[in-house]
């Protein structure tokens, strides 16, 4: 789990997530189902993130952003 969530601290920051351990295990549950990739699946979750970042970082850290203000507290 969050293998790759030392990749992302900059796309946590522009989205004004922070992480912590109480809400860490629900921002990734949150990021599986943005990518629709089956949760602990963590290596097709970073191929996939790495491919929505490469077709338009804006448009992931906006969805990113949104998800995670319904269902974590950060």
Do not use: P
Not at 16 to 40: A, G
Not at 52 to 70: D, H, P, Y
């Amino acid at each position: 789990m969050t293998c790759y969530f030392r990749h992302l601290q900059e796309f946590f920051k522009k989205a004004n997530v922070e992480v912590t351990s109480e809400n860490k295990r629900e921002i990734d549950r949150v990021i599986h189902d943005i990518l629709d990739v089956e949760y602990k699946n963590c290596s097709t979750t970073w191929r996939e993130m790495k491919k929505k970042i490469a077709e338009n970082e804006e448009a992931f850290i906006s969805t990113l952003k949104e998800e995670l203000s319904k269902r974590v507290k950060t």
